[in-house]
């Protein structure tokens, strides 16, 4: 075969450090698009970015070329040096070091879409760490609560 084709779409959620709930509007907006934008600079096109005050959900395609550490290495630092330059209280704005990434089925892509859309409503019942829990339970991933915040 001479030709790779890939379509892995991939939920991304990482919060801000210590989840500072420092996400607000106008730099909200502002954050999603250059999010997605620094996505599809690197070659995963953003289908969906949204969040809350305190963590962001990414939905998109990763490359096949692209290893998704080095993904989200350069997305979030890119944007955290972008935030630091929004507003003078958040000079020392930075991400928790971990993330998670969870594959989604082309089948579901939508499904994330709208639950990545409706995040403030989601947020009005249920915490990051809560959303965060139920994710890791749901993909069945092993993880240790003391290594899980930062």
């Not at 395609?61 to 944007?79: C, D, E, H, I, Y």
């Not at 499904?111 to 409503?121: C, D, F, K, L």
């Not at 890791?136 to 899980?148: F, I, P, R, T, W």
Request: with cysteine; hydrophobic share 40%.
């Amino acid at each position: 075969m001479g030709q790779s084709l890939v379509q892995n779409y991939i939920h991304i959620v990482f919060s801000t450090k210590h989840r500072a709930p420092c996400i607000h509007a106008p730099i909200e907006q502002e954050l999603h698009a250059y999010l997605a934008a620094t996505c599809n600079e690197l070659g995963c096109p953003a289908i969906k970015v949204g969040g809350y005050t305190d963590h962001i959900h990414i939905l998109c395609r990763l490359a096949a070329t692209m290893p998704m550490a080095q993904l989200l290495m350069k997305v979030k630092a890119n944007s955290s040096k972008w935030m630091k330059t929004k507003a003078p209280e958040l000079a020392d704005f930075k991400w928790q070091s971990g993330y998670g990434a969870f594959a989604v089925s082309a089948s579901h892509v939508d499904r994330v879409t709208t639950y990545i859309s409706n995040q403030h409503a989601h947020h009005s019942k249920k915490t990051f760490q809560e959303e965060y829990r139920a994710f890791l339970e749901k993909y069945h991933v092993s993880y240790d609560e003391q290594y899980v915040w930062d």
